[in-house]
T-cell receptor
């Protein structure tokens, strides 16, 4: 089936690192993404990784890809209150030419 | 450059009615995708249009339909509304549908069916 799985909630203290995990289904997916949705807004692309990469770093964001286990993670260093949002993992389904999203992980920042 | 614009922002309808939602993509973008977002199901793919043709379709009943105009603006229509159609409907545009193309999302239309 077409399922991108991720946990629904994560609470992290301000200043700590947040790690959001995701498993995807299509082993032939070439692109995997992390999108962020703030309240009342649409989704915004945070970062994406090509399938021939294991890791991608962009300032406070680190994406790790384990193709063997079809596991993707997003690490946010020094988590700030502005990082409070829903984070969606997504994969590009090559066979269908469409992007499938997980249900989203709501990140809550504790003071 | 203006972003993706969705209208209206909010809609309240009753069961059995029909509704039309509108999406204006970013200038130059020819692909428009529609998603339904609900708390329980997350983001579900409805369909994608490119150059006025539906290129891709999700697993939704025929009550959900769409179209795209020559200026790339898109509309989606839901007929015979059901309570379960209450959701945030998101439109996203891109230049094309390739893995390395970013999807740019609008803020959505919040539909409530009473």
């Amino acid at each position: 089936g077409e399922d991108v799985e991720q946990s629904l909630f994560l609470s992290v203290r301000e200043g700590d690192s947040s790690v959001i995990n995701c498993t995807y289904t299509d082993s032939s997916s070439t692109y995997l993404y992390w999108y962020k949705q703030e309240p009342g807004a649409g989704l915004q692309l945070l970062t994406y990784i090509f399938s021939n990469m294991d890791m991608k770093q962009d300032q406070r964001l680190t994406v790790l890809l384990n193709k063997k286990d079809k596991h993707l993670s997003l690490r946010i260093a020094d988590t700030q209150t502005g990082d409070s949002a829903i984070y969606f993992c997504a994969e590009f389904m090559n066979r269908d030419d469409k992007i499938i999203f997980g249900k989203g992980t709501r990140l809550h920042i504790l003071p | 450059k203006a972003g993706v614009t969705q209208t209206p922002r909010y809609l309240i309808k009753t069961r059995g009615q029909q509704v039309t939602l509108s999406c204006s993509p970013i200038s130059g973008h020819r692909s428009v995708s529609w998603y339904q977002q609900t708390p329980g199901q997350g983001l579900q793919f409805l369909f994608e249009y490119f150059s006025e043709t539906q290129r891709n379709k999700g697993n939704f009943p025929g009550r959900f339909s769409g179209r795209q105009f020559s200026n790339s603006r898109s509309e989606m229509n839901v007929s015979t509304l059901e309570l379960g159609d209450s959701a945030l409907y998101l439109c996203a545009s891109s230049r094309d549908t390739r893995g390395d193309e970013k999807l740019f999302f609008g803020s959505g239309t919040q539909l409530s069916v009473l």
